[in-house]
């Protein structure tokens, strides 16, 4: 089970997955059930810290596999912790 805490931003419960790049993602607690796809419109977050490209899905399928949402993709408030792109930061 995962650890959690509450969200600084919306208070939401939050847990968090380390990536093969060594970075922390807030990622929503409950484990969800998706079917992979490369040209999925959702981002997974797996346990092992890779991320998979699918579709939600509510059921178990043959191809089914489970992970986690990023809370970045449904935290309202998620624009106050995004990181300026380097790009953006030399415009200022």
Known sequence: MMRTTQCRACGAEIGFIK???GKSVPVDPDCVTFSPNEK?????????????????????KPDSEF?????????????????????????G
Request: aromatic share 10%; net charge positive; hydrophobic share 30%.
């Open 19 to 21: 990536t093969v790049a």
């Open 40 to 60: 999925g419109p959702c981002a997974f977050v797996m346990l092992d810290g890779t991320i998979k490209r699918g579709f939600k899905t509510n059921e178990e």
């Open 67 to 91: 992970g986690y949402v990023s809370h970045f993709a449904t935290c309202p408030d998620a624009d106050k912790f995004r990181k300026a792109r380097k790009s953006d930061r030399k415009k």
